[in-house]
């Protein structure tokens, strides 16, 4: 017997927005933090907003797997 799949409520998608849209700004922080410090603020904020991108779907998708 095949387990049934849990249907996807708005709650899991706000939900995964939400995880998303926080480890991107926080991986965001963490390149605007480390430019501060070596003096290249708006570079590695950019580049830490990119990163962060990539890390927000791999967490979001690892997170929502079983849905």
Same mark, same amino acid.
């Given at each position: 017997?095949?387990?049934?799949?849990?249907?996807?409520?708005?709650?899991?998608?706000?939900?995964?927005?939400?995880?998303?849209?926080?480890?991107? +700004? /926080?991986?965001?922080?963490? &390149?605007?933090?480390? *430019?501060?410090? %070596?003096?290249?603020?708006?570079?590695?904020? +950019? /580049?830490?907003?990119?990163? &962060?991108?990539?890390? *927000?779907?791999? %967490?979001?998708?690892?997170?929502?797997?079983? +849905?």
């Amino acid at each position: 017997m095949t387990p049934t799949r849990r249907v996807v409520t708005g709650r899991d998608a706000a939900s995964a927005g939400m995880m998303m849209l926080a480890v991107n +700004l /926080a991986c965001a922080a963490i &390149g605007a933090g480390i *430019g501060a410090l %070596v003096g290249l603020l708006t570079p590695l904020l +950019l /580049a830490g907003f990119g990163v &962060g991108f990539f890390v *927000g779907i791999a %967490v979001v998708a690892n997170r929502f797997r079983t +849905l």
